[in-house]
């Protein structure tokens, strides 16, 4: 769990009370309680060095907020000096205060709370969609058509999800150094799963045998399981429910080359987790987000073009509905809740468009 405190560690009550509402209410997994956490802490930051009340903001001071977030220079993290400054997107200043709305509208609605019925309902303007994304309920009478929306945020321009095709995923594969990382990417880049999800594996997850009776598992065939535990590296499953997901038989093949590449680190014996530190200190510790993030940054730089561990998800996703997959059975392996999930993952590929245009262009030619 998370909490908010201040300068002299006394708990921030009100922050506080609104993380644990997202753990009871809202069921919101540690990574985005983590990040709410951080997001009122900037704010509350903000608002001390400023001299506002964080309870009782203007529009104006929640507007120069907004600003600030874009204007402000990012901290160094770590020992990472910079040679020119980094800054907040626009997009992710929106998020910020999107959260900060969230938390200042949940302390309204407390009965000893010194945030005003009245600022949260500037908070939020009414606005009527134009158009409604697929598969969105716009009840019996229209009524959701009508929805809140923030009535301070920055306007930009919503980028498209960004996936590798199969060829630049062998790329990224054939930059690799390591059995360990050979076998992450390409886990990742065959189920789908999210960075998370995979460093939290366990070896009890990896049923690679064409059976898994031996296991106490009926499902046949090479597959993965996984699942949401409370991990030591933070590493989390996004969804409660757990799932399995079928591999290939060169998932095997690359997970008995990590096994003799992992074996030769005495410190990694005892642990039960899949991916360990092999090459960096602490040795035979889980691999953590910023180790990942590393090795992507290497594998980028090798590679010669962007890739990400949620871009292998979204390429897994975007072949499986090329492929015409049923989206129950997507979301499935997956694991999203809510079928509009799937919407963000539609891409057309450069041969597509190519060949839509030829075939109209066929249509247009006269007859002999």
Not at 76 to 85: A, D, I, L
Not at 89 to 110: D, E, H, M, P
Not at 125 to 140: I, M
Not at 145 to 169: A, C, H, Q, R, S
Request: hydrophobic letters at 40%; aromatic letters at 10%; glycine letters at 6%.
């Amino acid at each position: 769990m998370w909490v908010v405190v201040d300068a002299a560690y006394e708990l921030h009550r009100y922050s506080s009370a609104y993380l644990a509402s997202l753990r009871s209410a809202e069921d919101a997994s540690v990574n985005t309680e983590r990040t709410y956490a951080g997001r009122i802490a900037l704010y509350l930051c903000y608002c001390v060095d400023h001299g506002i009340d964080w309870a009782a903001p203007s529009m104006r001071q929640l507007a120069g907020f907004l600003n600030w977030l874009v204007d402000e220079p990012l901290p160094p993290r770590g020992q990472v000096v910079r040679v020119e400054p980094k800054y907040r997107s626009k997009g992710t200043a929106n998020a910020i205060v999107g959260t900060v709305f969230r938390f200042l509208r949940y302390c309204a609605l407390l009965d000893d709370s010194p945030v005003s019925a009245d600022l949260a309902t500037k908070l939020y303007e009414p606005k009527q969609l134009r158009y409604a994304p697929p598969g969105y309920d716009r009840g019996e009478e229209g009524q959701f058509y009508t929805v809140n929306v923030k009535t301070i945020k920055f306007k930009i321009v919503v980028p498209g999800y960004e996936y590798l095709t199969d060829e630049e995923i062998r790329q990224v594969l054939d930059c690799t150094v390591h059995a360990r990382d050979r076998l992450l990417i390409a886990l990742l880049a065959v189920t789908g799963i999210r960075i998370g999800e995979a460093l939290g594996l366990r070896r009890e997850d990896m049923h690679l045998l064409a059976s898994s009776k031996v296991l106490g598992c009926a499902v046949t065939g090479p597959h993965i399981h996984v699942r949401r535990r409370q991990n030591a590296n933070g590493a989390l499953a996004k969804t409660r429910k757990p799932r399995w997901i079928p591999v290939g038989e060169d998932i095997g093949g690359l997970y008995a080359d990590y096994q003799w590449e992992r074996e030769r680190v005495p410190e990694a014996a005892d642990c039960d987790m899949v991916f360990v530190n092999l090459f960096a200190a602490p040795l035979g510790q889980p691999m953590k987000y910023p180790s990942t993030y590393e090795l992507f940054q290497r594998l980028t730089k090798k590679a010669g073009f962007t890739a990400r561990p949620h871009m292998l998800r979204h390429s897994a996703i975007t072949r499986w509905r090329r492929e015409g997959k049923p989206d129950y059975l997507i979301m499935d392996m997956a694991g999203h809740v809510s079928r509009q999930s799937m919407d963000q993952y539609t891409h057309a590929s450069d041969q597509e468009k190519r060949d839509a245009v030829n075939h109209v262009a066929t249509l247009g030619k006269a007859r002999p």
